[in-house]
């Protein structure tokens, strides 16, 4: 069965770094999104992504959040300037009609 | 703001035991609804979800909801759980297409006792 996949499980950064968190769809999925979830906290919608450009995106997904779809397979969060509360789980996922996720990745930032 | 509501934090039942798991949702016009679910050490996992139709809807693995549309309610159902359960459930709603981002509830732990 087709899977989201996300690389890497686990990054820790220092503040103020640049990460980029690498997500690859379902491959014949238009619709892809990024959330996050704080630890102990709901899953938060980030940003969702179609036809090459952002279709939605909260309040949380500031200037220093940006997505891209570099090719045919990958898509992408990368966070600027990394802040000690973006440490949290991200979440990639893909749709047609139902969304599926991928399995996370941990960021850390120190 | 529109939001989702599970009311139980951390359920834990014996082997056999029926389930019900609470959800709400603010009103906002048309809904779809959805449940995941999240066993230790891996991904979210649609367990079932509601777009339309009949209200009462079947997911894997035995699990049922119903949408009560007077309520705002979709409370997820099990008639009777295995230790295999034991696992986070996630409420999701989201408003007008079904494309759109989804609102989540803070999740449910359930725990199973053998």
């Known amino acids: 069965e087709p899977e989201v996949t996300q690389t890497p499980s686990h990054q820790v950064t220092q503040m103020g770094q640049e990460v980029i968190l690498r997500c690859v769809p379902i491959s014949n999925h238009l619709y892809f999104y990024w959330y996050r979830q704080i630890l102990g906290q709901k899953v938060e919608f980030l940003v969702s992504?179609?036809?090459?450009?952002?279709?939605?995106k909260s309040e949380i997904f500031d200037d220093q959040f940006s997505v891209e779809r570099p090719d045919g397979s990958n898509f992408t969060l990368k966070i600027r300037s990394t802040k000690l509360e973006d440490s949290a789980m991200y979440f990639c996922a893909s749709s047609q009609t139902e969304q599926y996720f991928g399995p996370g990745t941990r960021l850390t930032v120190t | 703001a529109q939001s989702v509501s599970q009311h139980n934090h951390h359920v834990i039942l014996s082997e056999a035991a029926s389930l019900e798991l609470g959800c709400n949702y603010s009103y906002g016009g048309t809904v779809n609804l959805f449940w995941y679910v999240q066993y230790p050490g891996q991904h979210l996992q649609l367990l079932l979800k509601?777009?339309?139709?009949?209200?009462l809807v079947k997911g894997i693995k035995g699990f049922e909801a119903e949408f009560i549309k007077s309520k705002f309610s979709f409370n997820l159902r099990k008639p009777s759980v295995q230790w295999s359960d034991t696992a986070e459930y996630f409420c999701a709603v989201n408003y007008g297409g079904s494309q759109g981002n989804l609102i989540f509830g803070k999740g449910t732990k359930l725990s199973v006792k053998p």
């Open positions: 509601y777009f339309s139709g009949d209200p």
């Open positions: 992504f179609y036809n090459n450009e952002i279709s939605e």
